[in-house]
T-cell receptor
């Protein structure tokens, strides 16, 4: 069974600093994708970044980047130059072969002014 | 234009009632989903549906049933509501061409409160 684990229920970061959110997953597939979604207090689920497992290069989207370690089944999210608007729940997600997404339990990020 | 819209945003009802949540997507996607987010923010897949196949998560009670009148709509019907059904329900859609690489587009959620 696919599982996604986020071991940090809460994290905090000073504005303009960098923070890394952890995620590990379990799969027997060799080719797959991984996602990070953000859920601000508005409740809307917003895609942050997507990583293709067969690509060795880590994905980046502006201030967001991932550290993807395929052998370790680790997929962490780094947020650089943190802004107040980054405060949200962050979910790591893995879609199975039917594109049904399995989400981690989430990390609540607080940004301190 | 909202890509995935669901109504209502809030639903308060009594235990034992039957209720429906509607979902529509205007993205031309072929697959739609329902997810449940509990009070601890845990998100869990309930159903995925395209014009060929309905996949039901085995833990979903049969009081929950998806109904799809057409490719752009997937409504959620809940019979005999229970207190434990209180949660936020998200509709989502994606294109699924046989590979699990398409991002999900989510609706804004329906907060269901069962009293």
């Amino acid at each position: 069974a696919q599982t996604v684990t986020q071991s940090q229920p809460e994290m905090s970061v000073q504005e303009a600093e960098t923070v890394t959110l952890s995620c590990t997953y379990d799969t027997s597939e060799s080719d797959y994708y991984l996602f990070w979604y953000k859920q601000p207090p508005s409740r809307q689920m917003i895609l942050v970044i997507r990583q293709e497992a067969y690509k060795q290069q880590n994905a980046t989207e502006n201030r967001f980047s991932v550290n993807f370690q395929k052998a370790a089944k680790s997929f962490s999210l780094k947020i650089s130059d943190s802004q107040l608007g980054d405060a949200a729940m962050y979910f790591c997600a893995y879609p199975n072969t039917g594109n049904q997404f399995y989400f981690g339990t989430g990390t609540s990020l607080t940004v301190i002014p | 234009d909202t890509a995935v819209s669901q109504t209502p945003k809030y639903l308060v009802t009594q235990m034992g009632n039957d209720k429906s949540i509607k979902c529509e997507q205007n993205l031309g996607h072929d697959t739609m989903y329902w997810y449940k987010q509990d009070s601890k923010k845990f998100l869990k897949i309930m159903f995925s549906y395209n014009n060929k196949e309905l996949i039901i998560n085995e833990t979903v009670p049969n009081r929950f049933s998806p109904k799809s009148p057409d490719k752009a709509h997937l409504n959620l019907h809940i019979n005999s509501l229970e207190l434990g059904d209180s949660a936020v329900y998200f509709c989502a859609s994606s294109n699924f061409a046989g590979t699990a690489n398409e991002k999900l587009f989510f609706g804004s959620g329906t907060q269901l409160s069962v009293l």
